[in-house]
């Protein structure tokens, strides 16, 4: 619990951008596979996004491929997703995630095998 805390959401119009933020514990940041993912209201999770420790790794959904970009920053503990091209169907709450024993591409696959979840960032986009 409080292992990870998002930041960075808001309102938006259409074609905007936002960078959301999650900062981890060195001792669980060093050793995961971070990712995001979103629900919207009445919609199932979707995996977004996820980068290997390293950062050589990286895997995105095909709703956001070409828009979203993940990063890392090791030496701050914290996983930076920038959200370019904002749609309204992007509204949802991000959620970021920290698996110790996966890949990217495995992430968004199984995410019930997450071990740390954040809070949420509520992201808005206008039409």
């Known amino acids: 619990q409080g292992e990870l805390l998002e930041s960075g959401g808001g309102l938006v119009q259409a074609g905007g951008s936002l960078r959301l933020s999650c900062a981890a514990s060195?001792?669980?940041?060093?050793?995961?596979?971070m990712g995001w993912f979103r629900q919207a209201p009445g919609k199932e999770r979707e995996f977004v996004a996820a980068?290997?420790?390293?950062?050589?790794?990286?895997d995105y959904g095909d709703s956001v491929k070409g828009r979203f970009t993940i990063s890392r920053d090791n030496a701050k503990n914290t996983v930076y997703l920038q959200m370019n091209s904002l749609k309204p169907e992007d509204t949802a709450v991000y959620y970021c995630?920290?698996?110790?024993?996966?890949?990217?591409?495995?992430?968004?696959?199984?995410?019930?095998?997450?071990?740390?979840w954040g809070q949420g960032t509520q992201v808005t986009v206008s039409s």
């Open positions: 980068i290997s420790r390293s950062g050589n790794l990286i």
């Open positions: 060195e001792r669980t940041f060093s050793r995961a596979c």
């Open positions: 995630a920290a698996d110790l024993f996966t890949t990217p591409q495995a992430m968004g696959v199984n995410p019930n095998g997450v071990d740390y």
